[in-house]
């Protein structure tokens, strides 16, 4: 059980204090799937990173399981949007890593370091270095190290954006499988609404300016969900209702004031002119 | 060719054949090895000891912020003087011997090490570091697993840096100290007019430094770079 009471999180620019995140309130059960979706600059990641610990709150508390989250912890696994691997160790000393830090023994290791490749079928590259993979397959060594340390929460900030949309639609039915097989706790980041519903129970909307959260979907589809099925589109079309509004506003503060969807979003073509002007 | 031309008497220019012929001499009567290895172990002995305290200088600098503010500028001001200034002061503090030589190599490439390993450390991907927290890696642990290796390729040219100057510092400091060594040859060769024997040990100190360069140092980056990704060569 995940807490969050309250949390206020400001930053100090060279502009005065950036309201990064006001109040937000959320308790996640354990073994829910949540996605936070929002505009960018809507504090998601940071959010994210206060769960970590890897950044602490301006105020409010965040507990796991009743404790404080004071510092980051093997407990609270990070994929971040980058691989993060480590360019001197080869991929299997790369998914030892953890479980070396917490001093699991060396056969033990070996054994699920080998048994998590297999999960995200990378076996074939055990001894090579990461950067002799492909993006997509550095991001699922880095999925079977978070794996591997058998912490029940794992906290996801936008994992697969930087891949083609070929390999994140396979990791995206490999992460359903994956949460459906070992029920872990898992908060994901991300700014594609499609891929929020596509794997969430609980679709957290987040806004910008400053960063709170909206509104609060449940996704109650069967799994595995399929991009193409209708429910889904019509769940996506309802929390993209919900973004518009929060999109233009992104929009308005980092483009010209008069920016407006309504205007732009009219295409006119020379060709489609229906005969008008005969 | 420049030799033939006679702008210079032999006693100024050397011909090379007189040149191999006082190499293939000295390489017989072992003066040219004996001197060699004596400067070899100046060199490693003082080698040594400016990569013992260069690191450890570069890393409690790094981890300790006041110390960084307080002699960081002060580092580089010391790297811009070359070495061989301080062997006046060595001289005084540890007399005309082995001492001061050593004392002027580690010198000459301490610094050289420390700022490459502060600067190295500064270079990591933050991202690095977030990892190895999440996964745990604390305090020590976070060092010797992430923070050294991830440093290493910056650390491994500030110690290629630090050879080259403690080469020169070595050289300075024989041609100047009247003990033992290449550079003492060297001086010797000056001060009895052999001009064939200056331009072999010449041709030695390069062929040395050279070997030493490419094969020890340069073999040593070139993996270390294609392991860490860096060159896509191998």
């Given at each position: ?11 100090k620019t060279k502009n005065g204090v950036t309201n990064a995140l006001q109040e937000v309130n959320l308790s996640v ?62 991929v299997i000393d790369n998914v030892e890593y953890g479980m070396k830090i917490k001093g699991t023994g060396k056969r ?171 | ?234």
């Amino acid at each position: 059980m995940l807490e969050i009471v309250n949390v206020h999180k400001n930053f100090k620019t060279k502009n005065g204090v950036t309201n990064a995140l006001q109040e937000v309130n959320l308790s996640v059960k354990n073994g829910d799937f949540v996605v936070l979706v929002g505009p960018s600059g809507c504090g998601k990641s940071t959010l994210l990173n206060i769960i970590a610990g890897l950044e602490k709150a301006t105020s409010g508390q965040v507990s796991k399981s009743g404790r404080p989250i004071l510092d980051a912890g093997p407990d609270r696994m990070v994929m971040f949007q980058e691989a993060a691997l480590f360019p001197w160790l080869k991929v299997i000393d790369n998914v030892e890593y953890g479980m070396k830090i917490k001093g699991t023994g060396k056969r033990e290791r070996r054994e699920k370091a080998i048994h998590y490749l297999k999960m995200v079928h990378l076996t074939r590259f055990a001894s090579a270095y990461p950067h002799e993979l492909s993006v997509g397959m550095r991001q699922r060594v880095a999925l079977a190290r978070a794996l591997s340390m058998d912490s029940d929460m794992l906290l996801m900030d936008e994992p697969f954006a930087a891949l083609d949309s070929q390999t994140k639609s396979i990791l995206h039915a490999e992460l359903q499988q994956i949460w459906g097989a070992t029920k872990k706790t898992i908060i994901f980041v991300t700014h594609n609404v499609e891929e929020a519903v596509l794997l969430a129970e609980r679709v957290i909307v987040m806004t910008a300016n400053p960063g709170r959260i909206k509104k609060e979907f449940r996704v109650q589809l069967a799994r595995p969900r399929n991009m193409e099925d209708i429910d889904l589109t019509r769940t996506v079309g309802q929390i993209l209702g919900e973004l518009k509004e929060e999109v233009e506003k992104v929009a308005k503060a980092e483009l010209d004031s008069d920016w407006s969807l309504e205007n732009s979003s009219f295409i006119s073509r020379p060709d489609t002119h229906l005969g008008n002007g005969i | 060719m420049v030799y033939r031309t006679g702008i210079w008497p032999s006693f100024l220019f050397p011909s090379p054949s007189g040149v191999l012929e006082n190499l293939s001499a000295g390489i017989q009567d072992l003066s040219i090895p004996i001197a060699a290895q004596i400067s070899i172990q100046r060199l490693f002995i003082g080698y040594s000891i400016s990569l013992v305290i260069g690191l450890l200088l570069g890393i409690m600098i790094d981890r300790i912020k006041y110390l960084d503010q307080a002699l960081s500028p002060l580092l580089l001001g010391v790297q811009t003087l070359p070495s061989i200034c301080w062997l006046p002061l060595a001289i005084l503090w540890f007399g005309l011997g082995e001492e001061a030589i050593i004392f002027v190599i580690a010198i000459g490439s301490i610094f050289s090490i420390s700022m490459a390993v502060v600067s190295g450390i500064k270079q990591i991907p933050p991202l690095y570091i977030r990892a190895a927290k999440t996964m745990g890696a604390k305090g020590l642990r976070r060092y010797t697993s992430v923070v050294i290796p991830a440093a290493l390729p910056a650390i491994i040219s500030g110690m290629k840096q630090g050879w080259s100057f403690a080469w020169r510092a070595l050289m300075a400091g024989e041609l100047l100290t009247p003990t033992s060594g290449l550079g003492y040859v060297l001086i010797m060769g000056r001060d009895l007019h052999d001009m064939n024997q200056v331009v072999g040990i010449m041709i030695v100190i390069v062929i040395m430094g050279v070997v030493t360069d490419r094969l020890l140092f340069g073999r040593v980056e070139h993996a270390i770079l294609y392991r860490w990704g860096l060159t896509r060569s191998h």
